[in-house]
C-alpha cells in the first residue's frame, strides 16, 4: 500500500498529461509563456481573487510576498510552531524573527486568542497556516491584524481548494500562498507553487520580485529572485486542475469513511462546521504513537508524522532560545500526530485494511 499514490493518478490522465508535457516540449517555451498565464489565470478564477502569481515552490510563494512587503532584521512576524519549516524559515531567511503562538487542540491551527498577547511594536504581519487542508479561523486573524495594521499572508501549502464560510483559502486574507509541491493536494511533478492577492499594486511587485525584480526586461527596479513557474509544471497542473474538484469529492468521502469507522478508537480530525478541509493529510491522534506507527508498518501500513518537532525546538532556531513546555498544546500533538495514507484512489478495501491494524495496533499499545 502506498501512503500517497501519484502513479494511479497519472494512469487516469495520462493522456492530457502527455499532452501537455509534449506541446511544452514542441513549444521550445520553457520559462512563463502562455501555459503559466493559462494557469495563473484558471487558478485565481478558482480562488476567487483579482491576482494570481505562479511560482517556483510553496517556500517561494512566502518568501516573495514578504520580500513585497519590505520585512528586514528587526520585524517581526507572528506564525505558529505546529507547521513545516518553510513557514518560518523564510521569515529568518531575511533576519526578521518569527514570533510563535500556540495552537488549538481542536484544529491545529494558530489560536486567534492568542495572537494579541504577541503582538509588538516590531510585529509587520501573521502567517497564520491552514493545516492538513482544514483553513485557520481567518475572520478572527484578519480583524486582530487590522486592529494593529498587520499584513495577513495565509499559508494555505496544504489547503488549495479548502473552503471558509464558503470562501476558497488562498483567498481569505491579504495573501495566500500555496504550494504545489508533488504530494500536496493539488501538485506537479517537481516543484511549484502559487500567491493569490486582490491587491493589484501588491501584486505586481510580486510578480516583479518572482523574475528578478523586473517590470521591463533588463531593467531591475527592485531586488528579486529567480522564483517562477516551469511551463511543463504548469501544463501538468493545468492537466490536473480539470480533475480537481472530482478528487476533492474523493477525499472527502474517503476521509468521512475513516473518521466514521475510527472515531471512538483514535482521536479523528475536527473539521469545523464551517470549513470544508481538503485533507492534505488524514491525520489522527494516538498515545504511544510511534510505537503504533512501527507496528503499523511491519503490518505493510505506511504512515507518516507532521510533524514531530515543533519549530520552536527546531535546532536551527535554537537562537530564538525556546525551551520545552512554552507551547502546552503544539507539543503533546507534535508527539500524538499519526497521518494514514490517504489519497484519491485510495480504495475501500485498503482504508478497511488501515482501519483494522489501527483498531488493532492502539489496542495493543493502550
Ligand atoms: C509544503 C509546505 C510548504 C512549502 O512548500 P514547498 O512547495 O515544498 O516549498 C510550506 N508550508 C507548509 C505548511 C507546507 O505544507
Redesign the pocket.
Known amino acids: 500500500m502506498n501512503f500517497i499514490d501519484l502513479k494511479k493518478q497519472y494512469e487516469a490522465y495520462k493522456l492530457e498529461i502527455d499532452a501537455q508535457i509534449k506541446e511544452t516540449i514542441e513549444s521550445t517555451q520553457f520559462i512563463m509563456g502562455p501555459k503559466v498565464t493559462e494557469l495563473e489565470k484558471k487558478l485565481a478564477e478558482y480562488v476567487g481573487t483579482r491576482n494570481c502569481i505562479a511560482c517556483s515552490?510553496?517556500?517561494?510563494?512566502?518568501l516573495i510576498p514578504l520580500l513585497a512587503k519590505g520585512i528586514r532584521p528587526g520585524d517581526e512576524i507572528i506564525t505558529t510552531p505546529f507547521?513545516?519549516i518553510?513557514?518560518a524559515e523564510v521569515v529568518s531567511l531575511l533576519g526578521a524573527k518569527p514570533v510563535f503562538v500556540d495552537i488549538e487542540e481542536e484544529t491545529f491551527n494558530i489560536d486567534p486568542r492568542l495572537i494579541e498577547k504577541a503582538v509588538t511594536k516590531k510585529t509587520k504581519g501573521i502567517i497564520p497556516?491552514s493545516?492538513y487542508g482544514q483553513a485557520a479561523d481567518m475572520d478572527d486573524i484578519n480583524s486582530v491584524a487590522k486592529k494593529h495594521d498587520l499584513f495577513v499572508l495565509e499559508?494555505a501549502?496544504?489547503s488549495f481548494g479548502a473552503e471558509y464560510k464558503g470562501k476558497r483559502s488562498c483567498g481569505l486574507s491579504e495573501i495566500g500562498a500555496t504550494?504545489?509541491?508533488p504530494s500536496?493536494p493539488l501538485g506537479c511533478y517537481g516543484?511549484?507553487?502559487a500567491i493569490f492577492t486582490n491587491d493589484d499594486k501588491l501584486a505586481a511587485t510580486m510578480r516583479a520580485i518572482s523574475v528578478h525584480g523586473q517590470k521591463e526586461r533588463y531593467r531591475h527596479s527592485i531586488i528579486g529572485i529567480n522564483g517562477r513557474l516551469d511551463a511543463l509544471q504548469a501544463g501538468v497542473l493545468l492537466a490536473k486542475l480539470g480533475h480537481f474538484d472530482e478528487e476533492l469529492g474523493l477525499r472527502s468521502r474517503k476521509a468521512e469513511y475513516y473518521t466514521e469507522k475510527l472515531s471512538g478508537y483514535v482521536r479523528t480530525p475536527q473539521i469545523k462546521s464551517h470549513n470544508k478541509s481538503v485533507y492534505?493529510q488524514y491525520t489522527i491522534r494516538v498515545k504511544r504513537r510511534d510505537e503504533v506507527a512501527s507496528r503499523l508498518m511491519e503490518n505493510g501500513i505506511p504512515t507518516a508524522v507532521h510533524y514531530p518537532l515543533p519549530l520552536h525546538l527546531q535546532p536551527a532556531f535554537s537562537h530564538l532560545g525556546h525551551k520545552e513546555g512554552e507551547f502546552p498544546v503544539s507539543e503533546p500533538g507534535a508527539k500524538e500526530v499519526l497521518s494514514l495514507p490517504f489519497h484519491p484512489f485510495l480504495t475501500q478495501k485498503e482504508q478497511d485494511e488501515v482501519i483494522r491494524n489501527v483498531k488493532e495496533a492502539v489496542e495493543y499499545y493502550k
Open positions: 515552490s510553496g517556500t517561494d510563494a512566502l507547521t513545516f518553510a513557514t497556516v493545516l499559508d501549502c496544504q504550494s504545489f509541491f500536496k516543484d511549484g507553487g492534505a
